[in-house]
Protein backbone atom coordinates (compact mmCIF):
# COMPACT_ATOMS: atom_id res chain seq x y z
CA UNK A 1 0.00 0.00 0.00
CA UNK A 2 1.18 3.52 -1.13
CA UNK A 3 0.66 5.27 2.54
CA UNK A 4 1.11 9.39 2.78
CA UNK A 5 1.25 10.88 6.40
CA UNK A 6 0.72 13.99 6.90
CA UNK A 7 2.17 15.72 9.71
CA UNK A 8 5.32 13.27 9.77
CA UNK A 9 7.72 15.22 12.36
CA UNK A 10 4.50 14.79 15.15
CA UNK A 11 4.38 12.98 18.16
CA UNK A 12 2.02 10.40 16.13
CA UNK A 13 3.79 10.94 12.42
CA UNK A 14 6.55 9.92 13.01
CA UNK A 15 5.57 6.51 15.15
CA UNK A 16 3.18 5.59 12.30
CA UNK A 17 5.40 6.32 9.65
CA UNK A 18 7.68 3.96 10.68
CA UNK A 19 5.17 1.36 11.39
CA UNK A 20 3.66 1.54 8.37
CA UNK A 21 7.64 1.34 6.68
CA UNK A 22 8.35 -1.35 8.80
CA UNK A 23 5.59 -3.69 7.73
CA UNK A 24 6.42 -3.07 4.02
CA UNK A 25 4.23 -0.30 3.00
CA UNK A 26 5.56 2.30 0.76
CA UNK A 27 5.58 5.44 2.60
CA UNK A 28 5.56 9.35 1.79
CA UNK A 29 6.27 11.58 4.64
CA UNK A 30 5.32 15.73 4.53
CA UNK A 31 5.67 17.99 7.43
CA UNK A 32 6.46 21.86 7.46
CA UNK A 33 7.84 21.44 10.91
CA UNK A 34 5.71 24.10 12.04
CA UNK A 35 5.42 22.56 15.44
CA UNK A 36 8.90 23.10 16.17
CA UNK A 37 8.36 26.71 15.25
CA UNK A 38 5.13 26.71 17.77
CA UNK A 39 7.56 25.44 20.63
CA UNK A 40 10.00 28.62 19.89
CA UNK A 41 7.14 30.94 19.99
CA UNK A 42 6.80 30.18 23.72
CA UNK A 43 10.18 28.73 24.48
CA UNK A 44 8.93 25.24 24.55
CA UNK A 45 11.16 22.01 24.16
CA UNK A 46 9.85 18.79 24.46
CA UNK A 47 11.55 16.34 27.68
CA UNK A 48 13.64 14.43 25.44
CA UNK A 49 15.92 16.24 22.37
CA UNK A 50 13.91 15.30 19.05
CA UNK A 51 16.43 14.97 16.31
CA UNK A 52 15.46 16.28 13.48
CA UNK A 53 12.92 14.29 10.59
CA UNK A 54 15.66 14.30 7.84
CA UNK A 55 18.35 12.59 10.75
CA UNK A 56 15.78 9.98 11.41
CA UNK A 57 14.81 9.03 8.21
CA UNK A 58 18.43 8.82 7.63
CA UNK A 59 18.79 6.21 10.57
CA UNK A 60 15.20 4.63 9.74
CA UNK A 61 17.22 3.84 6.30
CA UNK A 62 20.41 2.60 8.18
CA UNK A 63 18.53 0.87 10.77
CA UNK A 64 15.67 -1.04 8.97
CA UNK A 65 17.20 -0.88 4.86
CA UNK A 66 13.56 0.48 4.36
CA UNK A 67 13.04 4.43 2.73
CA UNK A 68 10.70 6.68 4.22
CA UNK A 69 10.31 9.31 0.85
CA UNK A 70 9.95 12.82 2.79
CA UNK A 71 8.33 15.83 1.40
CA UNK A 72 8.98 19.45 3.55
CA UNK A 73 6.42 21.79 2.67
CA UNK A 74 3.08 23.37 3.37
CA UNK A 75 -0.81 21.64 2.54
CA UNK A 76 -2.13 25.10 2.86
CA UNK A 77 -0.21 25.59 -0.19
CA UNK A 78 -2.84 23.95 -2.99
CA UNK A 79 0.22 23.66 -5.12
CA UNK A 80 2.11 22.01 -2.64
CA UNK A 81 0.01 19.30 -1.81
CA UNK A 82 -1.34 18.95 -5.68
CA UNK A 83 2.03 18.06 -6.67
CA UNK A 84 2.38 15.19 -4.18
CA UNK A 85 -0.82 13.54 -4.92
CA UNK A 86 0.23 13.44 -8.44
CA UNK A 87 3.61 12.14 -7.72
CA UNK A 88 2.95 9.94 -5.27
CA UNK A 89 -0.57 8.79 -6.07
CA UNK A 90 -1.08 7.32 -2.24
CA UNK A 91 -4.02 4.48 -1.90
CA UNK A 92 -4.33 6.09 2.12
CA UNK A 93 -4.00 9.72 3.51
CA UNK A 94 -3.29 9.86 7.41
CA UNK A 95 -4.31 13.09 8.25
CA UNK A 96 -2.26 14.47 11.05
CA UNK A 97 -1.03 17.61 10.02
CA UNK A 98 -2.75 20.22 12.21
CA UNK A 99 -2.11 22.75 14.63
CA UNK A 100 -2.93 20.07 17.60
CA UNK A 101 -3.34 21.90 20.92
CA UNK A 102 -6.54 23.58 22.53
CA UNK A 103 -4.99 26.23 24.97
CA UNK A 104 -2.30 27.12 21.79
CA UNK A 105 -5.71 28.85 19.83
CA UNK A 106 -6.77 30.28 23.15
CA UNK A 107 -3.94 32.06 23.40
CA UNK A 108 -4.48 34.99 21.35
CA UNK A 109 -6.69 36.74 18.22
CA UNK A 110 -3.43 35.61 16.25
CA UNK A 111 -3.36 31.66 17.37
CA UNK A 112 -6.92 31.25 17.06
CA UNK A 113 -7.03 32.99 13.74
CA UNK A 114 -4.02 30.78 12.44
CA UNK A 115 -5.18 27.92 13.90
CA UNK A 116 -8.78 27.62 12.26
CA UNK A 117 -6.93 29.07 8.85
CA UNK A 118 -4.41 26.41 9.41
CA UNK A 119 -6.29 23.46 10.13
CA UNK A 120 -9.47 24.43 7.70
CA UNK A 121 -7.75 25.37 4.83
CA UNK A 122 -5.07 22.65 4.99
CA UNK A 123 -7.92 20.07 5.24
CA UNK A 124 -9.85 21.34 1.95
CA UNK A 125 -6.88 21.47 0.38
CA UNK A 126 -5.87 17.68 1.09
CA UNK A 127 -9.78 17.19 -0.11
CA UNK A 128 -9.51 18.96 -3.17
CA UNK A 129 -6.09 17.13 -4.10
CA UNK A 130 -7.79 13.49 -3.44
CA UNK A 131 -10.24 14.25 -5.75
CA UNK A 132 -7.79 15.52 -8.04
CA UNK A 133 -5.65 13.06 -8.23
CA UNK A 134 -6.49 9.96 -6.38
CA UNK A 135 -10.62 9.99 -6.08
CA UNK A 136 -10.33 6.24 -5.28
CA UNK A 137 -8.07 6.40 -2.38
CA UNK A 138 -8.82 6.67 1.65
CA UNK A 139 -8.83 9.29 4.03
CA UNK A 140 -7.89 8.58 7.54
CA UNK A 141 -8.56 12.24 9.32
CA UNK A 142 -7.00 12.12 12.74
CA UNK A 143 -10.12 14.11 14.68
CA UNK A 144 -10.86 14.47 18.23
CA UNK A 145 -13.35 13.34 21.00
CA UNK A 146 -12.96 16.96 22.01
CA UNK A 147 -15.46 17.61 19.14
CA UNK A 148 -18.40 16.09 20.94
CA UNK A 149 -17.50 18.16 24.11
CA UNK A 150 -19.22 16.62 27.41
CA UNK A 151 -23.13 15.99 26.68
CA UNK A 152 -25.53 14.80 29.07
CA UNK A 153 -26.46 12.07 27.16
CA UNK A 154 -23.75 8.87 25.94
CA UNK A 155 -21.33 10.07 22.85
CA UNK A 156 -22.36 7.93 19.72
CA UNK A 157 -19.75 6.94 17.53
CA UNK A 158 -20.02 9.78 15.22
CA UNK A 159 -23.74 9.60 13.90
CA UNK A 160 -26.98 9.43 15.50
CA UNK A 161 -30.52 8.58 14.83
CA UNK A 162 -32.90 11.17 16.54
CA UNK A 163 -37.05 10.91 16.53
CA UNK A 164 -38.65 14.36 15.86
CA UNK A 165 -42.55 15.01 15.49
CA UNK A 166 -42.96 11.80 14.32
CA UNK A 167 -39.99 11.57 11.96
CA UNK A 168 -36.76 10.15 12.18
CA UNK A 169 -32.90 10.74 10.49
CA UNK A 170 -29.73 9.28 11.13
CA UNK A 171 -27.77 12.39 11.46
CA UNK A 172 -24.06 13.64 12.91
CA UNK A 173 -23.68 13.68 16.47
CA UNK A 174 -24.59 17.26 17.75
CA UNK A 175 -20.89 18.81 18.44
CA UNK A 176 -19.78 20.99 21.57
CA UNK A 177 -16.29 21.57 21.24
CA UNK A 178 -14.60 23.53 23.46
CA UNK A 179 -11.93 25.43 22.26
CA UNK A 180 -10.86 27.05 18.90
CA UNK A 181 -8.52 23.90 17.91
CA UNK A 182 -11.50 21.65 18.77
CA UNK A 183 -13.92 24.00 16.49
CA UNK A 184 -11.20 23.80 13.86
CA UNK A 185 -12.01 19.90 13.75
CA UNK A 186 -15.69 20.52 13.59
CA UNK A 187 -15.09 22.61 10.47
CA UNK A 188 -12.85 19.58 9.22
CA UNK A 189 -15.47 16.80 9.55
CA UNK A 190 -18.30 18.52 8.52
CA UNK A 191 -16.31 19.38 5.22
CA UNK A 192 -15.00 15.94 5.02
CA UNK A 193 -18.36 14.57 5.37
CA UNK A 194 -19.64 16.51 2.89
CA UNK A 195 -17.02 15.61 -0.01
CA UNK A 196 -18.24 11.74 0.86
CA UNK A 197 -21.36 12.96 0.13
CA UNK A 198 -21.14 14.88 -2.88
CA UNK A 199 -18.01 13.79 -4.25
CA UNK A 200 -18.11 10.11 -2.97
CA UNK A 201 -14.72 10.32 -1.12
CA UNK A 202 -14.08 7.86 0.85
CA UNK A 203 -12.81 8.49 4.43
CA UNK A 204 -12.84 7.34 8.14
CA UNK A 205 -12.51 10.18 11.05
CA UNK A 206 -10.80 8.98 14.19
CA UNK A 207 -12.55 10.98 16.98
CA UNK A 208 -9.04 10.21 19.20
CA UNK A 209 -8.82 10.70 23.41
CA UNK A 210 -5.55 11.65 25.31
CA UNK A 211 -2.93 9.70 24.01
CA UNK A 212 0.29 8.86 26.03
CA UNK A 213 3.21 7.28 26.20
CA UNK A 214 7.07 7.04 24.77
CA UNK A 215 7.79 4.30 23.14
CA UNK A 216 6.49 2.04 20.65
CA UNK A 217 8.51 -1.15 18.66
CA UNK A 218 10.34 0.98 15.89
CA UNK A 219 11.26 3.73 18.64
CA UNK A 220 13.07 1.12 20.70
CA UNK A 221 15.07 -0.11 17.38
CA UNK A 222 17.34 3.43 18.55
CA UNK A 223 17.61 5.94 20.39
CA UNK A 224 17.15 8.62 17.69
CA UNK A 225 14.23 7.29 16.24
CA UNK A 226 12.47 8.34 19.81
CA UNK A 227 9.55 10.43 19.47
CA UNK A 228 8.18 14.09 20.92
CA UNK A 229 7.02 13.81 25.21
CA UNK A 230 5.53 17.52 26.20
CA UNK A 231 4.94 18.43 29.64
CA UNK A 232 4.14 22.00 29.18
CA UNK A 233 1.02 23.92 29.19
CA UNK A 234 0.82 24.39 25.67
CA UNK A 235 1.15 20.91 23.63
CA UNK A 236 1.70 18.75 27.02
CA UNK A 237 -1.06 16.38 28.01
CA UNK A 238 -2.05 16.27 32.14
CA UNK A 239 -0.39 12.62 32.39
CA UNK A 240 2.96 14.38 30.89
CA UNK A 241 2.64 16.97 33.49
CA UNK A 242 1.57 15.07 36.34
CA UNK A 243 4.79 12.53 36.08
CA UNK A 244 7.43 15.46 35.45
CA UNK A 245 5.65 17.00 38.54
CA UNK A 246 6.47 13.83 40.62
CA UNK A 247 9.43 13.26 39.27
CA UNK A 248 10.67 17.08 40.23
CA UNK A 249 9.21 16.73 43.54
CA UNK A 250 6.57 19.24 42.89
CA UNK A 251 2.69 18.81 43.39
CA UNK A 252 0.56 17.38 40.91
CA UNK A 253 -1.60 20.45 39.83
CA UNK A 254 -5.15 19.83 39.25
CA UNK A 255 -7.47 22.29 37.16
CA UNK A 256 -10.40 22.76 38.91
CA UNK A 257 -12.11 19.81 40.95
CA UNK A 258 -10.88 17.11 38.43
CA UNK A 259 -13.95 15.58 37.70
CA UNK A 260 -13.33 16.42 34.07
CA UNK A 261 -13.50 12.92 32.46
CA UNK A 262 -11.75 12.14 28.70
CA UNK A 263 -11.15 9.01 26.95
CA UNK A 264 -7.49 7.56 26.80
CA UNK A 265 -5.55 5.29 24.32
CA UNK A 266 -1.40 4.28 24.60
CA UNK A 267 0.48 5.74 21.20
CA UNK A 268 0.32 2.06 20.21
CA UNK A 269 -2.59 1.75 20.27
CA UNK A 270 -3.26 5.13 18.09
CA UNK A 271 -0.98 3.08 15.43
CA UNK A 272 -2.92 0.38 16.17
CA UNK A 273 -5.96 2.30 15.19
CA UNK A 274 -4.71 3.67 12.22
CA UNK A 275 -3.34 0.47 10.61
CA UNK A 276 -6.81 -1.22 10.94
CA UNK A 277 -8.38 1.72 9.60
CA UNK A 278 -6.43 1.51 6.23
CA UNK A 279 -6.12 -1.87 6.32
CA UNK A 280 -10.13 -1.85 6.18
CA UNK A 281 -10.68 1.28 4.70
CA UNK A 282 -14.48 3.04 4.09
CA UNK A 283 -16.42 2.83 1.38
CA UNK A 284 -16.51 5.12 -1.62
CA UNK A 285 -18.83 7.74 -0.22
CA UNK A 286 -18.73 6.57 2.87
CA UNK A 287 -17.96 9.13 5.91
CA UNK A 288 -16.84 6.95 8.81
CA UNK A 289 -16.52 7.62 12.49
CA UNK A 290 -14.44 5.86 15.05
CA UNK A 291 -14.30 7.12 19.05
CA UNK A 292 -10.73 5.96 18.91
CA UNK A 293 -9.90 5.50 22.69
CA UNK A 294 -9.69 2.14 25.44
CA UNK A 295 -10.25 4.04 28.73
CA UNK A 296 -11.61 7.00 30.47
CA UNK A 297 -10.85 8.76 33.60
CA UNK A 298 -11.30 11.61 35.49
CA UNK A 299 -8.18 14.35 35.90
CA UNK A 300 -8.22 12.73 39.50
CA UNK A 301 -8.05 9.35 38.45
CA UNK A 302 -4.60 10.41 36.76
CA UNK A 303 -3.22 12.41 39.26
CA UNK A 304 -4.46 9.06 41.88
CA UNK A 305 -2.53 6.90 39.49
CA UNK A 306 0.55 9.17 39.44
CA UNK A 307 0.99 9.90 42.87
CA UNK A 308 1.05 5.44 43.54
CA UNK A 309 3.69 5.38 40.74
CA UNK A 310 5.45 8.10 42.95
CA UNK A 311 4.99 6.39 45.96
CA UNK A 312 6.11 2.88 44.81
CA UNK A 313 9.39 4.92 43.59
CA UNK A 314 9.99 5.94 47.29
CA UNK A 315 8.74 9.94 46.81
CA UNK A 316 5.87 11.12 48.53
CA UNK A 317 3.27 12.91 45.97
CA UNK A 318 1.33 15.38 46.71
CA UNK A 319 -1.83 17.09 44.48
CA UNK A 320 -3.08 20.45 44.71
CA UNK A 321 -6.47 22.18 42.80
CA UNK A 322 -5.67 25.14 40.77
CA UNK A 323 -8.54 27.55 39.85
CA UNK A 324 -8.95 26.15 36.48
CA UNK A 325 -7.86 27.94 33.48
CA UNK A 326 -10.23 26.38 30.94
CA UNK A 327 -13.90 27.03 30.93
CA UNK A 328 -15.25 23.47 31.08
CA UNK A 329 -17.80 21.11 33.02
CA UNK A 330 -15.56 19.78 36.35
CA UNK A 331 -18.10 17.28 37.23
CA UNK A 332 -20.57 15.72 34.40
CA UNK A 333 -21.67 12.62 32.68
CA UNK A 334 -19.66 11.28 30.41
CA UNK A 335 -20.04 7.93 28.55
CA UNK A 336 -18.79 7.39 24.55
CA UNK A 337 -19.13 4.38 22.86
CA UNK A 338 -15.64 2.72 21.09
CA UNK A 339 -16.65 -0.56 19.96
CA UNK A 340 -15.98 -0.07 15.90
CA UNK A 341 -12.31 -0.49 16.42
CA UNK A 342 -12.65 -3.18 19.11
CA UNK A 343 -14.89 -4.83 16.41
CA UNK A 344 -12.01 -4.20 13.70
CA UNK A 345 -9.44 -6.26 15.62
CA UNK A 346 -8.36 -3.43 17.91
CA UNK A 347 -6.09 -4.80 20.54
CA UNK A 348 -5.81 -2.51 23.94
CA UNK A 349 -2.60 -1.51 25.65
CA UNK A 350 -4.15 -0.44 29.42
CA UNK A 351 -2.52 2.25 31.52
CA UNK A 352 -1.29 -0.58 33.85
CA UNK A 353 0.88 0.33 36.85
CA UNK A 354 3.78 -1.48 34.98
CA UNK A 355 3.75 0.94 32.01
CA UNK A 356 3.10 3.76 34.39
CA UNK A 357 6.76 3.01 36.30
CA UNK A 358 8.52 2.57 32.79
CA UNK A 359 7.24 6.16 31.95
CA UNK A 360 8.34 7.84 35.10
CA UNK A 361 11.49 6.21 34.80
CA UNK A 362 12.19 7.56 31.60
CA UNK A 363 10.83 11.13 33.21
CA UNK A 364 13.26 10.53 36.33
CA UNK A 365 16.02 10.03 34.13
CA UNK A 366 15.72 13.05 32.03
CA UNK A 367 14.56 15.81 35.07
CA UNK A 368 18.00 17.60 34.08
CA UNK A 369 16.07 19.05 31.31
CA UNK A 370 12.53 20.27 32.94
CA UNK A 371 11.96 23.65 32.33
CA UNK A 372 10.22 25.21 35.46
CA UNK A 373 8.33 27.96 34.04
CA UNK A 374 6.44 25.97 30.89
CA UNK A 375 4.61 23.97 33.73
CA UNK A 376 2.38 26.42 35.20
CA UNK A 377 -1.36 27.46 33.11
CA UNK A 378 -0.76 31.11 31.67
CA UNK A 379 -3.41 30.74 28.92
CA UNK A 380 -7.06 31.29 29.96
CA UNK A 381 -9.58 30.85 28.13
CA UNK A 382 -12.73 33.31 29.68
CA UNK A 383 -9.99 36.80 29.74
CA UNK A 384 -7.95 38.50 27.47
CA UNK A 385 -4.19 36.43 28.04
CA UNK A 386 -1.41 39.33 26.94
CA UNK A 387 -0.18 38.49 23.99
CA UNK A 388 -2.27 40.00 21.01
Partial sequence: MRVLI?????????????????????VAVVDNFAKRRWELEDGIEPLLRIPSLHERVRLWKRVSGKDIELHTGDICNA???????????????????????APYSMESLG?????????????????????SF???????????????????????????????????????????PGSFYHLS???????????????????????????????????????????????????????NRFLVQAATGRKLTVYG?????RGFLNIRDTIQCVALACDNPARAGEFRVF???????????????????????????????????????????????HSKLIDLGLQPNLLTDSMLDEMFATVRANTGRVQDEVIMPTIKWSQENPRK
Wanted: aromatic residues 10%.
Fill in 6 to 26: LGGDGYLGWPTAMHFSKRGDE
Fill in 79 to 101: RFIYKIMEKFRPEAIVHYGEQPS
Fill in 111 to 131: TAVYTQTNNVVGTLNVLFAMR
Fill in 134 to 176: VPEAHLVKLGTMGEYGTPNIDIEEGWITINHNGRSDTVLYPKK
Fill in 185 to 239: KVHDSANIEFACRIWKTAATDLNQGVVYGIDTDETRLHPDLLTSFHYDHVFGTVL
Fill in 257 to 261: KGGQT
Fill in 291 to 337: NQFTEQFSVMDIANKVAATGARAGLKVEIEHLPNPRVELEEHYYNAK
